[in-house]
């Protein structure tokens, strides 16, 4: 069984940098493993994406060079380095594994973490 936790959420100001990290537990060898956010009324977002081997990532049109994703490590860590934030990336951030390779559709994963809160103030 695979289970995913993020954690590194926080309230932080207009420009900062955050890095929010993801780790999953389970065989993982197949999954690729992807971030979304959902803000308050508003869909769920693809945000960015890491492919099982960590050598392909997949970005959300918004990103525009400001987050990369990564992954490695022996406890299956992925993280998201969030730089030059903006109010609009308000939003609880979420972990997910897929095993299709979909990437961006939130629909196709099939394991979610509980969510961490990012919040941008002006």
């Not at 997949?58 to 380095?81: C, H, P, Q, W």
Request: proline residues 2%; glycine residues 14%.
């Amino acid at each position: 069984q695979v289970r995913v936790a993020e954690s590194g959420g926080g309230l932080v100001r207009t420009g900062d940098s955050l890095t929010l990290s993801c780790v999953v537990s389970g065989d993982l060898r197949h999954y690729a493993l992807g971030w979304f956010r959902q803000a308050p009324g508003k869909e769920r977002e693809f945000v960015a994406a890491v492919s099982w081997s960590g050598l392909m990532t997949y970005y959300g049109d918004f990103v525009k060079g400001r987050f990369t994703i990564s992954r490695g490590g022996a406890e299956n860590r992925m993280y998201l380095r969030m730089n030059d934030l903006k109010p609009e990336d308000t939003g609880v951030y979420y972990c997910a594994a897929d095993l299709s390779g979909s990437y961006y559709y939130a629909e196709r994963y099939d394991y979610w973490g509980q969510g961490t809160q990012v919040s941008v103030s002006e």
